[in-house]
């Protein structure tokens, strides 16, 4: 074995613990070739074949944890990501990404980021682009479809129902969009489901976020001036509450500092979001009763039939010179001719005047209008007669399955000079009586008790109705409202973002390290009550409550405690606070009142 001379020991004997390299393993230089090599003295021991294998598994549980790891892996998604760069914009190879290169986030950072683009970055885009709409200038409009007008469907309604377009601030309320059809109980426990789990779950994960930004925040605002008791207490011990509602509205008329006068009024704003959130979730969801459309039909003895009701079908209104008052007794009938027709014209040939033989389905085609050179030629929609001399084709009818002669069926209109040829008809039987199909005058609509409507008469007319006969519910969300939470939500993650990273920045504590806890948020508030009161533990312990909250909350006529940044450096202490007397003093005055209280 020989191991090659570097100008410093190679990883292999580097990456070895030094009792090995130096102790096990002796070596001295070999002159080869102009190269001083090097070989071991002694035989290696038999377990050295391991030596690296070791090394690549303590590399890799090392490589799972500590802020190396961490930087490694920021650094393998900044190489991954440099491709990209190089083939976008000049602004982000020039501006962003030397910006990139350069951070060194923390994990902090990046799980702050990453809550950021989960709970309010990814959820804006989604719904901002599934709901957008194209102008009629082939503009995108985002969110466009949540904030219009909301039309209810009930299925199979004829056009849009009377009573189903909803505008204005209605719209925020009607549940749009909606999913099964459940019993009640169902449709009750999905939506219990939805506000314990789903509502509470998310204010339980916003509190906490908001915990974390506030205590910084506030922290942030103690190195400029001190903060209130009051504020400092719910605050930091309660997190959002209705209680520190309060308290912050009250320091809003106190202050005087306008950056601490906004900070306190976004924290409020930001509160009551988050106190309100349950109720919100809440409302954007619900159950509704399961919807049909109905139909009012004038000439029928009742006053509203279901839509369901009314089928596909033909109606035939007129037989020559006879009315036929668009009777539907015939539906089967025309539509068995109907697809005869349709399948003569995919399998069967026609002739022209001028002895052209071509698939009918072709000359329909082909004649769409005057640009037809057979229409130049003279020849119009029903000169391709398929009664020629030579026609033997045949084809299969769907309905019968029989073999039908192509020769013996006529082109529509066309029946009268079949029947003085001789040639086949097909007849239709109305009312016991026989019509040919060409002279019928028919047309494709809604049959409803025998009675045929076309779809204008029947567009208008149509309801959205509780369906009585079958019962149930649906289960859905209000778009509109829950396109103003998402926006809501959006603002309000950013802003929270936004003061959070504030407080990274600016803050010493926050920046050293220090994060307020419950815990350590008592121990504050203990020393600031002994530093006001001049009362030990155990007194501030035994003392009367009411007394003692006016000392530390203040009145009107008093100010009440405040906790300042000496108490985190540390360099306030009870030696301090008696040095000159008057924490005895504050002391005993505190006792008296309490006494003649």
Request: proline content about 4%; charged content about 20%; glycine content about 6%.
């Amino acid at each position: 074995m020989r191991l090659t001379r570097l100008r410093q020991p190679s990883f292999f004997l580097r990456s070895l613990p030094k009792s090995r390299y130096h102790r096990n393993i002796s070596i001295f230089p070999i002159m080869n070739e102009g190269r001083m090599d090097y070989a071991p003295v002694e035989p290696l021991p038999p377990y050295s074949t391991t030596w690296g294998d070791d090394i690549v598994k303590d590399d890799k549980v090392n490589g799972r944890k500590g802020q190396v790891s961490w930087f490694r892996t920021f650094d393998s998604l900044k190489q991954r990501t440099a491709p990209l760069i190089r083939t976008n914009s000049p602004f982000l190879r020039t501006k962003v990404w030397p910006i990139v290169k350069k951070a060194k986030p923390t994990k902090k950072q990046s799980v702050a980021f990453l809550l950021l683009f989960c709970f309010g970055i990814l959820p804006f885009i989604l719904v901002g682009r599934f709901s957008d709409s194209t102008s009629w200038l082939d503009v995108e409009r985002p969110f466009y479809e949540i904030f219009a007008a909301k039309v209810i469907s009930c299925g199979d309604a004829f056009g849009t129902p009377k009573n189903s377009t909803i505008t204005g601030i209605e719209g925020l309320f009607v549940l749009d969009l909606t999913f099964g059809s459940f019993p009640f109980s169902q449709a009750k426990l999905i939506d219990v489901a939805w506000d314990l789990f789903i509502g509470r779950g998310c204010q339980l994960i916003a509190w906490l976020i908001s915990y974390t930004v506030f205590s910084d925040a506030l922290l942030r605002v103690i190195e400029r001036h001190p903060a209130s008791y009051q504020t400092f207490t719910h605050i930091a011990l309660e997190g959002p509450s209705l209680a520190s509602t309060w308290a912050l509205l009250k320091d809003l008329f106190r202050t005087r500092s306008k950056r601490t006068w906004t900070l306190f009024a976004y924290m409020l704003l930001s509160i009551v979001y988050v106190l309100s959130m349950p109720t919100v979730l809440s409302a954007m969801t619900g159950y509704v009763n399961t919807s049909i459309g109905w139909v009012d039909v004038e000439d029928s003895n009742e006053q509203i039939i279901p839509a369901a009701n009314f089928k596909a079908g033909w109606f035939v209104y007129s037989a020559g010179n006879v009315t036929l008052n668009s009777t539907c007794s015939a539906s089967d009938q025309i539509q068995q001719w109907a697809v005869l027709e349709s399948e003569r014209d995919d399998y069967c040939d026609c002739m022209l005047p001028n002895g052209t033989v071509l698939p009918i389905r072709t000359w329909r085609l082909r004649h769409p209008g005057n640009i037809s050179r057979y229409y130049r030629d003279g020849y119009n929609f029903t000169s391709c007669n398929p009664h020629f001399s030579n026609n033997t084709k045949t084809f299969e009818n769907y309905y019968d399955k029989k073999t039908h002669n192509c020769k013996l069926f006529s082109l529509p209109r066309l029946i009268l000079a079949d029947m003085l040829a001789g040639n086949a008809t097909f007849n239709i039987t109305i009312s016991g009586h026989d019509y040919n199909v060409d002279t019928l005058n028919y047309t494709k609509g809604f049959c409803n008790n025998n009675k045929g409507y076309t779809y204008l008469e029947l567009t208008g007319r149509s309801r959205c109705l509780p369906d009585t006969a079958n019962p149930s519910y649906k289960w859905g969300f209000s778009t509109m409202l829950s396109g103003v939470v998402i926006i809501v939500n959006f603002i309000w993650a950013l802003t929270m973002y936004t003061v959070w990273q504030d407080a990274q920045f600016n803050s010493t504590l926050v920046k050293s390290g220090y994060a307020m806890t419950q815990l350590r948020a008592a121990f504050t508030l203990a020393t600031a009550a002994r530093a006001k009161t001049g009362m030990e533990d155990r007194e501030l312990l035994r003392a009367e409550t009411k007394s003692l909250e006016k000392e530390l909350f203040g009145t009107r006529k008093k100010e009440q405690a405040q906790v300042d940044y000496d108490i985190f450096r540390g360099s306030a202490s009870d030696e301090e606070l008696d040095e000159d007397g008057s924490g005895l003093r504050k002391r005993r005055d505190f006792v008296n009142e309490e006494v003649r209280n």
